[in-house]
């Protein structure tokens, strides 16, 4: 059944919610949230400020990675790229202990600017409509929960609907372990999963905070071997959306002031404090694109991770990977790109502790590259504040790009002319002639002129040719060509569509149409040699036959007659013989 005033439910929802809350606030005496807000229960301790900043900076980032996961859609490998940009800068975040809440705020900013300028680059807008692991998460409003061990706190998840079809049976259940590094509260009984049974769907984004669903649970810190740190914490999620059951995991996190015994660690030796690093935090290209054989401008992100110990005199050497017989370079032992200025080493004076350098190279892509990454392999040298050298290598991946060629050779239709209703047969290739692959090359006819035809090729690799034959049906007359549609896809999903004219005439078929006693009409003899009727003539003819009968047989009756007188002539004589 579908709920269609879930008001009722959010009131309730709430009540249930202040009734727990005040349950806490008799129990352990901290002041807890109100409104719409999370219940956070506080240790008593410095710097609350900027846990709160750390805390809201790592919940925005993962909010922006939500919407734009929402946005687009990423091949596995660029899926992974993307993650990774958002994992650097959350770890980056959590372990800069010397932050300020400002510059908290400016580097959230730097990182979120990447994700979207690599999502752009690389993502594409429609996501696939079978995808059902996005409708369902958590709204980031709220800060991550502080908590002593041994103490309790409340977790309050503010679940919503991030697509425009209502949700129903949405079941959510903490993914509880033994583990305290898995899961930093004491297990006092199972099957604590809450259920909402429904969840609408919004329109427009402004809706989704305003429709969502709050469910809590109080829980107490472990009191013993419990680290200091922040805490992942895992719930399975399920839901029905258009009657099809959906799952996702849902993920917010809790600060944890560990118990003493839990944090006692070795003191490190003054080697490792002091031992620098420098890492690459990211890149960029300009044009973001690098198709084979364009001049492009690597700059690349460097981070020196040291806060007690700043470096200098600091060389990276690039080194791009030579080719390979492989098929994907034509030339076997020669780089995919090199510097513009024949030089690949860039030299950078000091970068201070935690400090971040950009450095920068223009470089040009070999025109014969395949479409793919190819890897740049950075290293570096340096000295520290005691003149001691350092070796570190790293690598980066650039993606280049070709761009998709084909040709469509000359169609042959036969017949070129046919009538409305008849068919005509169309012979044509279509040619891959770029060095990146076709997919889901297909051909469609202009269907407000012929019927049928449409041909499915499918994927094309380069140099391979696609082969149509197909028969159409004229269903309109047409100025003498009918117009082919040839599309195809190229490794990013980015659609492309030409225009092909086929010569092929169609017409109205001819039709006479006679008065209805037509056939009831007389046929009238036309007249023959000057206007003479024909029956005429048949009469003279037959008239001459009897003539010439006549003829004959008058001839023949005198043959008669005279041999008769012979024979009476002959008796005569021999009567008087006797």
């Known amino acids: 059944m579908k709920f269609t005033n879930y008001k009722w439910m959010k009131k309730l929802g709430r009540a249930v919610l202040a009734i727990v809350v005040a349950g806490v606030i008799f129990i352990s005496g901290n002041s807890l949230f109100s409104g719409n807000g999370a219940s956070v229960v506080y240790a008593d301790r410095s710097g609350d400020d900027l846990y709160n900043a750390v805390s809201v900076a790592m919940m925005e980032l993962e909010e922006y990675l939500k919407t734009i996961e929402l946005e687009y859609s990423f091949t596995p490998d660029y899926a992974k790229r993307l993650q990774s940009i958002y994992s650097d800068g959350r770890n980056y975040i959590a372990n800069n202990g010397k932050f300020e809440s400002f510059d908290i705020t400016s580097y959230v900013t730097t990182v979120k600017e990447r994700m979207l300028n690599f999502a752009k680059s690389y993502g594409s807008v429609e996501r696939p409509a079978n995808d059902t692991t996005k409708y369902l998460g958590m709204y980031s409003n709220l800060d991550v929960v502080h908590v002593k061990y041994g103490e309790s706190c409340m977790i309050v998840l503010p679940i919503v609907n991030y697509s425009d079809v209502d949700l129903y049976n949405v079941v959510i259940s903490p993914k509880e372990s033994v583990d305290p590094e898995k899961w930093p509260f004491e297990i006092t009984k199972t099957g604590e999963s809450q259920v909402i049974p429904y969840l609408p769907g919004n329109e427009v984004r402004e809706t989704v905070y305003d429709n969502r669903m709050e469910i809590g649970w109080v829980w107490t810190a472990r009191s013993s071997k419990l ?149 740049l392999v950075v290293n570096m040298s340096y000295e520290d504040e005691n003149a001691k050298a350092y070796t570190a290598q790293t690598n980066v991946s650039i993606p280049i790009y070709q761009e998709s060629r084909y040709e469509v050779s000359s169609p042959t239709v036969d017949p070129g002319f046919i009538t409305v209703g008849n068919s005509a047969n169309i012979l044509l290739n279509v040619y891959n002639t770029g060095k990146t692959t076709l997919y889901n090359v297909a051909v469609k006819f202009d269907q407000n002129v012929v019927s049928g035809g449409d041909v499915y090729v499918g994927k094309l690799d380069p140099g391979a040719t696609g082969k149509i034959d197909t028969d159409v049906v004229g269903l309109l007359p047409n100025g003498g060509n009918v117009t082919a549609y040839i599309s195809y896809e190229n490794e990013n999903g980015v659609a492309t569509t030409q225009e092909v004219m086929i010569p092929l005439s169609i017409e109205e078929e001819v039709v006479i149409d006679y008065p209805d006693d037509y056939y009831d009409t007389p046929i009238e003899e036309e007249p023959v040699d000057g206007g003479m009727p024909i029956w005429v003539i048949i009469l003279i003819s037959v008239g001459g036959l009897l003539v010439i009968g006549a003829v004959v047989l008058v001839i023949l009756l005198q043959k008669r007659k005279k041999a008769a007188l012979l024979n009476d002539e002959d008796d005569s004589d021999e009567d008087e013989i006797l």
């Open 227 to 375: 680290k200091s740190g922040y805490y992942a914490l895992e719930f399975d999620a399920t839901y029905e959306r258009n009657g099809a059951t959906s799952s996702t995991t849902l993920t917010t996190y809790v600060y944890i002031d560990g118990s003493p015994d839990a944090d006692v660690s070795p003191t490190p030796t003054p080697e490792a404090q002091s031992t620098p690093r420098i890492v690459v935090t990211g890149f960029e290209t300009d044009p973001v694109k690098v198709y084979a054989g364009d001049t492009f401008k690597l700059t690349i992100h460097v981070q020196n991770t040291s806060k007690r110990t700043a470096v200098s005199n600091i060389l990276f050497a690039l080194e791009a990977q030579t080719g390979s017989t492989d098929g994907n370079n034509s030339v076997a032992g020669v780089a995919p790109f090199l510097p513009t200025s024949g030089s690949s080493n860039i030299y950078v004076n000091s970068i201070g502790k935690g400090a971040s350098e950009d450095i920068s190279i223009e470089m040009t892509a070999r025109a014969d590259l395949g479409q793919k990454p190819y890897v």
